[in-house]
């Protein structure tokens, strides 16, 4: 078995060595030797060798007739191999003294090849670098000529397409360095630009505005089209132009002087006579510019942040009004245009970049000027105290408020807070006429007007409606009933009404709102300011009775004149006086009012003229009773009834009732007052010659009473003034006391209107006397019999008197 398995292994071995290269049959052999059948192995080997000799013998005797034909062929080509050979070496010869020449010719054209391989390939460099140094030189003149925006541009096409296709070259190098340099020094000198921008605008917004306002005030002025947006002629282009600022030709095209410039135009030198927009007037190149080239860095969100900014401390800087700047309108007006300029800087800005601001941004900066315009012109406004100026302001407002109403803006609250200063105007205008009124009043005569020809008649009648047929038919000369007050102040009251409407223009209100407002004011002007002066002047202490009168007079004229402002109103309002919602003028009760104080003051100062000469009696309380002569009425008493027959005679242009009644109160105050005289405490005691004298003086009264110094009063009515003191003094002359006390209280008694009190004060102080020696004589007074009984009745009297002054009090 075992030897089985070792031939088994032995032709293996064999197999492997034939199968294998010989290089690698050393691990095979060693295998052999490592065994214990090696000489076995060798006889193999040898059995196999012998085999392959004979196989080889019998391939070699099948094949050896071939072979030797081979050889036989092969003999027979040498000898034509040696002539080829020569022939070939005689053509190599004469082909090598034939190619010298050519040689020499491939190896200039050689040369000539490898030198135009090195000249194209000189050619391809450059035409990449030449492009590069092209445009780094175009670069150098454009930062020569600070044209940044295109410098930018070439300098991105620098770094992204030529510097890559130059390849790597030292000045690639070099320009690939300065590159992030370049960008720095557009980056900062574009913002030196926009700063210099923004200081230039910030210093001429004044102008700017200025220019806007005159805009708007130039097409309010035509009034031949809708409204249009002021300061936006050729917009479209406008934005176009703006939008066009990033490309090369649009900011190449532009001179160094406009690159340089501040960004405030000179337009003053412009013939025509069109008023120049925003964008005539500011260069807004360095707003474009730095806008470009902050978006084409990249940092356009670091651009807008800082140009809002910037712009914000400036509205706050516009909208912070100088602290004297209500004194005159020249500082509003600056004021305005500041703020005007600011904005239509702002909308031009708005419409011409393509969000650099966006409406909310500018809404929220309108938002807070408005604020803070507001706030300034309610505090410097309430400083103002000259209505011209607040007119004047106003339109001011109105007119900055329609400038920037035509760039979008609202201005509602603008035209809220003009009515709010309409109640400070009214103010200002009442104080103003009520110092007119006042020197009108001080300046007038009080004596009505003498006219002598016809243009003076018709000057007056022009300046005061009035009608009056019976004064038209007088010759002349002739007087006005009036004085110069009444037209003075009738034309004052249309120049108020006339203010007031002024203020009223332009605020976008109805007819109705409008002739509301005037008849409001008016009505403050009548019952407050022109009510206050009249009551002044009615109350001075100089007037006299004959100006009380002219008063009554002007006012009762006035009073009639009030119809005529109703339509004075109406006609300039065009709204119908007799219309629902018509506010009523109040002039009527105004002048009823003054002419009442009128003739009250009138009746007061009559009563107090006529105690100054009441003060001049000097009655004789103890004169015995008169012989046969007949008494004459006191100096003082003829003196006052002549007084008041000369001052009754000016009354005849008052109303009658008027008249009348300051006649009946002046005859009562005598009555009173003569009936006072002798019931003074001073006086005490009189006698029956003093009563006679003071008859007299009543007598000479109601002599004048019955003359009728007022005309009006119907039979003996004025008499009843001196009827109590007239009963009174009949009661003691003709003593008459049975009567009196016996129809006391009945109204059919003959002394009805005397008073039990009076009578028994003037009694005692008229039989004091008498008493007073009663009691010093008593011891005799049984020798005079007749004073006795005298006495006895005196004293019964006096005690049924003060019965019925006891009866009448309980």
Known sequence: M??????????????????????CIGPTLRSVYDGQEHGLFMEKLDVRIRNHDRDIEKMCNHHFQGFVDSITELLKVRGEAQKLKSQVTETNRRLQGDGKELMSAMEELQKCRVQQRNIASTIDKLSHCLPVLEMYSRLQEQMRTKRYYPALRTLEQLEHTCLPRAGQYRFCSIMAENIPKLRTQIRDTAMTQLRDFLESIRKHSDKIGETAIR?????????????????????????????????????????????????????????????????????????????????????????????????????RLVLQPHSNMHETLEGYRRYFNQIVGFFVVEDHVLHTTQGLVNRAYVEELWELALSKLIAALRTHSSYCDNPDLVLDLKNLIVLFADTLQGYGFPVSQLFDML????????????????????????????????????????????????????????????????????PKVYCQLK????????????????????????????????????SHCLHYAIKKKNVGLAELVQVIINTTHLEQSCHFLEEFISNIT?????????????????????????????????????????QLADYDWMAAVPGGGTLEASDYLIDLIAFLKSTFSVFTNLPGKVAQTACMSACKHISTSLTQLPLDPEVRQISMGALHQLNTDVKECEGFARAGPVAGFQGDTLLLAFSDLRQLLE??????????????????????????QTALALLEKLFKPMRETSRKNNVFAQFRKTDRDRQKLIDTIIKQLRNLIAQHHT
Not at 600 to 606: G, R, S, V
Not at 737 to 756: E, F, I
């Open 2 to 23: 075992a030897s089985v398995e070792t031939a088994a292994e032995h032709e293996r071995i064999l197999r492997e060595i034939e199968s294998t290269d010989t290089n």
């Open 215 to 315: 805009q708007a005030q130039l097409q309010r002025s035509l009034d031949t089209q809708p409204r249009t947006l002021i300061g936006r002629r050729g917009r479209k282009e406008a934005a176009a132009a703006g939008g066009g600022a990033g490309t090369d030709s649009g900011v190449a095209g532009g001179s160094p002087v406009s690159e340089q410039d501040s960004g405030i135009l000179d337009v003053e030198d412009e013939e025509d006579d069109e008023v120049p927009g925003a964008q005539d007037l500011v260069d807004f190149s360095p707003v474009y510019r730095c806008l470009h080239i902050y978006t084409v860095l990249g940092l356009r969100d670091v651009f807008e942040n800082y140009y809002r900014k910037q712009r914000r401390k400036q509205a």
């Open 419 to 486: 009515l709010e200063m309409r109640e400070q105007y009214g103010e200002i205008l009442l104080k103003r006429w009520n110092v007119t009124f006042r020197q009108v009043l001080d300046q007038d005569n009080f004596s009505p007007i003498p006219v002598s020809t016809e243009d003076e008649y018709k000057h007056y009648t022009s300046q005061f409606p009035m009608e009056d047929p019976e004064l038209d038919k007088l010759p002349f000369p002739k007087k006005l009933p009036f004085s110069e007050f009444v």
């Open 495 to 530: 120049e108020f009404i006339y203010a007031c409407l002024k203020y009223s223009e332009d605020l976008h209100l109805s007819s109705t709102e409008v002739d509301d407002m005037i008849r409001k004011s008016t009505n403050l002007l009548l019952t407050r300011t022109l």
């Open 574 to 614: 065009n709204v119908p006086p007799d219309s629902a919602n018509a506010t009523k003028l109040y002039g009527t009760s105004t002048f009823k009012d003054a002419r009442h104080a009128a003739e009250a003051e009138i009746y007061t100062n009559l009563n107090a003229k006529i105690d100054q000469f009441l």
């Open 731 to 756: 009661l003691f002359t003709q003593w008459d006391w049975s009567t009196y006390l016996a129809d006391y209280g009945k109204p059919t008694c003959k002394y009805l209107r005397v008073n039990p």
